[in-house]
């Protein structure tokens, strides 16, 4: 497993996660902002399923990846986002297993 981090907008930070040539990735947006900051995350990922959001923040929420069938390779699971507040300064690391994490750093 290799971990990639990039920047893209000055607001969003992606932690990628690779394994067996499948791409996973959560997206914090924005990554930064005053309390309460209302984010949105962003998970991306080629296995259908439920996984579970932790915030960083003692809170989660379950998210669910639908199964899709395609005819061709690869497929591409459509992006599930969930929306969270963050009442209080401080940094949180959001993250869900096998799929990878991302921090927010809230004011």
Not at 6 to 31: C, E, L, R
Not at 42 to 69: H, K, M, R
């Amino acid at each position: 497993m290799s971990f990639e981090t990039s920047s893209g907008q000055s607001n969003q930070v992606t932690f990628t996660v690779t394994k067996d040539s499948t791409a996973s990735s959560i997206v914090i947006s924005p990554s930064s902002g005053y309390r309460p900051l209302q984010a949105t995350l962003t998970l991306t990922t080629q296995s259908a399923g439920t996984y579970t959001v932790y915030f960083g923040d003692g809170t989660s929420e379950q998210v669910t990846v639908p199964q899709i069938y395609c005819f061709a390779y690869p497929c591409n699971l459509p992006p599930q986002s969930v929306g969270h507040t963050y009442w209080n300064s401080g940094t949180y690391t959001a993250s869900a297993a096998g799929i990878g994490s991302a921090t927010v750093t809230v004011y």
